[in-house]
């Protein structure tokens, strides 16, 4: 079982590129696992966590309702965004400036083999880079994702959840509201929930958050409930 986690910071990138670069790593860990079954080799996969902040963006899982994007065309040229529908689970989200989007591209064989402990361990590591905050957050009952006040009528949504997984490895993962414009999530129906709010560790905590230092918790948190060794790879040219 191979710990070592590739780590690599985008920036800030196209959704449709990131997509693209996101199925070409993907590809390339599958098909390292398809050559040791096929060969009868163990080669170790590769693992990758990637972070990324991506420009005004709308995205659709293969679970969602079309109509819970409540602008037509007009209406995304107009808030200068755009709109995808992907292979991710869930329904509508949000996606840019100011969010952390994260996107752990995993052979789960390395780890574990269980989605729902991984979605749960996920939320685990924005929970707990939430509580180096000061700030509690917890679960919703029946709902991905990390909520504040969950056990109350100010429920409210900071961070997304929806992947993919073929043959244990995993794609799409996280979006966490750091300094995130919360305006453009009245646009849609978030997650396909119609009665619960939106939040930001900005809004949270009244300022504006250093991104840099939420990366460094995260990552850490990330490391730590996986057992990961990170080890910072320079950005493959794509």
């Known amino acids: 079982m191979n710990k070592n986690v590739y780590f690599q910071d985008w920036g800030r990138v196209d959704y449709q590129e990131a997509w693209d670069r996101q199925e070409l790593i993907f590809a390339q860990v599958v098909q390292q696992k398809t050559?040791?079954?096929v060969n009868g080799t163990n080669h170790p996969t590769d693992n990758y966590l990637i972070f990324v902040?991506?420009?005004h963006v709308y995205t659709l899982?293969?679970?969602g309702k079309p109509e819970n994007l409540l602008l037509d065309e007009q209406g995304l040229h107009d808030k200068q965004a755009t709109y995808y529908k992907i292979?991710?689970?869930g329904d509508i989200t949000y996606h840019g400036p100011g969010q952390l989007v994260g996107?752990?591209?995993l052979d789960l064989d390395n780890f574990?083999?269980?989605i729902h402990l991984y979605m749960r361990t996920i939320e685990e590591a924005v929970i707990r880079t939430l509580a180096d905050y000061e700030i509690e957050a917890g679960r919703y009952?029946?709902?991905t994702g990390v909520w504040l006040d969950p056990d109350n009528e100010k429920a409210r949504k900071i961070c997304a959840i929806g992947v993919r997984a073929s043959r244990w490895v995993t794609m799409h993962g996280f979006a966490f509201n750091v300094n995130t414009d919360l305006n453009y999530f009245n646009h849609i129906v978030p997650c396909?929930?119609?009665d619960k709010a939106v939040a930001s560790l900005q809004g949270e905590l009244g300022r504006e958050v250093d991104m840099e230092e939420v990366k460094e918790h995260l990552k850490k948190h990330f490391a730590d409930l996986f057992k990961m060794n990170l080890i910072s790879a320079a950005l493959t040219a794509f």
């Open 87 to 89: 292979n991710r689970g």
């Open 61 to 63: 899982g293969k679970s």
């Open 35 to 37: 050559g040791n079954r």
């Open 112 to 114: 574990f083999t269980d």
């Open 53 to 55: 902040e991506h420009p």
């Open 141 to 143: 009952p029946g709902y």
């Open 103 to 105: 996107y752990p591209i």
């Open 192 to 194: 396909g929930i119609d």
